[in-house]
């Protein structure tokens, strides 16, 4: 089918991309670094605890709230983690790209 064709030569495209490759390059190197990878999943933890304690209904304090940020500034503060944010953000927003020009063709209204 030519549309999955034309698909496929999207992904091929992407993948390309240097933004995917800065994105890959990051990854490999947060995976390699064990400080860099305790601080993302020490932040995701509790993320995920608040986000089960707000679902459940438990209102977070201020001081949950101050423990988070204080967490999410710990991580980014590690410049191995900082640059895989940044490449994962600059591969998200190139991708956002390709979605917004692929809409622009389409009426599903």
Known sequence: MKILDRAAEIGRLLAASR??????????????????????????????SYERMHMT???LT???????????????ANPVVRRYFDARQ???????QVLTRLRQHIDLS
Not at 20 to 48: S, W
Not at 62 to 76: G, S
């Open 19 to 48: 933004e995917y490759q800065a994105l890959c390059r990051a990854r490999e190197e947060l995976q390699g670094d064990a400080t860099a990878r305790e601080l993302v999943q020490n932040f995701q933890m509790l993320q995920q």
């Open 57 to 59: 209904g438990y209102q």
């Open 62 to 76: 201020e001081e949950h709230v101050a423990r988070l940020k204080k967490a999410e500034e710990d991580m980014l």
């Open 90 to 96: 600059g591969f998200s927003h190139l991708f956002n």
